[in-house]
């Protein structure tokens, strides 16, 4: 399993959110978030509002880079500095080949973002397009990923528009994937975004981004 040399500890700035790597020292936000309105929330799983649960969620995210499988941020609104919740790139995938070739290099060749919330105020403030926008480009640009995925409920309808306005296009439904936020097991919606079509499907998300 490649290290975290695989991705870099880095910030991206933006007008409406600064995503800064995910450490300790953002518990106190996350879980007054978390204590807060959870009824926005919908479908998206977030830690319970219990302080060793936050820390949890931080810690698996931290080991997640460690073994070089992501990368978690705290979303920071950038005029206010506050806290507003965290996203992330996550199950990052390195391929090989069928004859087991050595690889060139120990980036990853796919990346999924996901787990991202946040706080109610926050949800249709331009954060999470300008934060879709500046991850990918990361993702495409930076890394040089052949693909980004993004997963979702399938009964969760606000996400799953907001992922198609993304520029992601639907690859299929996995059935009884995972366990659900509300109980039980969901199925899950599969959305996927490729090097080749990012630029215009970013044209898109800037036209569409709020100004300050």
């Known amino acids: 399993m490649p290290a975290s040399g695989s991705f870099e500890q880095v910030t991206l700035a933006g007008q409406h959110v600064t995503l800064e790597p995910l ?51 705290a979303s920071v609104e950038t005029v206010s500095g506050r806290v507003r919740g965290s996203t992330r790139f996550m199950n990052a995938e390195y391929w090989t080949t069928p004859d087991r070739r050595p690889r060139v290099a120990d980036v990853p060749d796919a990346v999924e973002i996901g787990s991202t919330w946040l706080a109610p105020d926050a949800q249709r403030s331009g954060m999470n397009t300008e934060a879709k926008i500046m991850m990918l480009d990361h993702a495409f640009d930076r890394i040089g990923v052949k693909r980004v995925t993004i997963k979702t409920d399938v009964r969760n309808s606000k996400s799953r528009a907001n992922i198609e306005r993304v520029g992601a296009r639907l690859d299929g439904v996995l059935r009884a994937h995972m366990p659900a936020s509300d109980g039980g097991i969901r199925d899950t919606a599969v959305y996927s975004l490729l090097a080749s079509e990012w630029a215009e499907a970013r044209s898109a998300l800037i036209a569409r981004l709020r100004p300050i």
């Open 23 to 73: 450490t300790m020292e953002h518990a106190d936000a996350l879980l007054e978030i978390a204590s807060g309105d959870r009824s926005t929330f919908g479908y998206t799983w977030i830690p319970e509002a219990d302080r060793v649960e936050v820390e949890r969620y931080i810690t698996t995210a931290l080991d997640e880079f460690e073994r070089g499988l992501g990368l978690a941020f």
